[in-house]
């Protein structure tokens, strides 16, 4: 069983910073991607930002430049550095981790984690 736990997520101050992280844990053989989601509501839920099994990353236009994806792949963990937060990024922040664990493939999502922006 595979398990991603997110932390970081808070209250901020438009223009503030914040960074999430996220680890996955459990019976991983390796990790082909990993990355950021995100839902506001009333709204589906969208990319943030990811990166895939050959290490690139990709950014939604929304959060390019204000938004880095990093990771440590010792610690399975990947994590979102986000600054200059707007209002409109205010939402429940998911991780996803596309794994390849003893049975097969596995796509694992955190249980979400908040994110709010208000002065």
């Known amino acids: 069983q595979v398990q991603l736990v997110e932390s970081g997520g808070g209250l901020v101050q438009p223009g503030g910073s914040l960074r999430l992280s996220c680890a996955a844990s459990?019976?991983?053989?390796?990790?082909?991607?990993m990355g950021w989601y995100r839902q506001a509501p009333g709204k589906q839920r969208e990319l943030v930002a990811t990166f895939n099994s050959g290490g690139s990353t990709t950014y939604a236009g929304a959060v390019k430049d204000r938004f880095t994806i990093s990771r440590d792949n010792a610690k399975n963990t990947v994590y979102l550095q986000m600054n200059s937060l707007k209002p409109e990024d205010m939402a429940v922040y998911y991780c996803?981790?596309?794994?390849?664990?003893?049975?097969?493939?596995?796509?694992?999502w955190g249980q979400g984690i908040q994110v709010t922006v208000s002065s």
């Open positions: 996803n981790a596309q794994l390849r664990i003893p049975i097969g493939r596995a796509d694992s």
């Open positions: 459990g019976n991983i053989i390796s990790i082909y991607g």
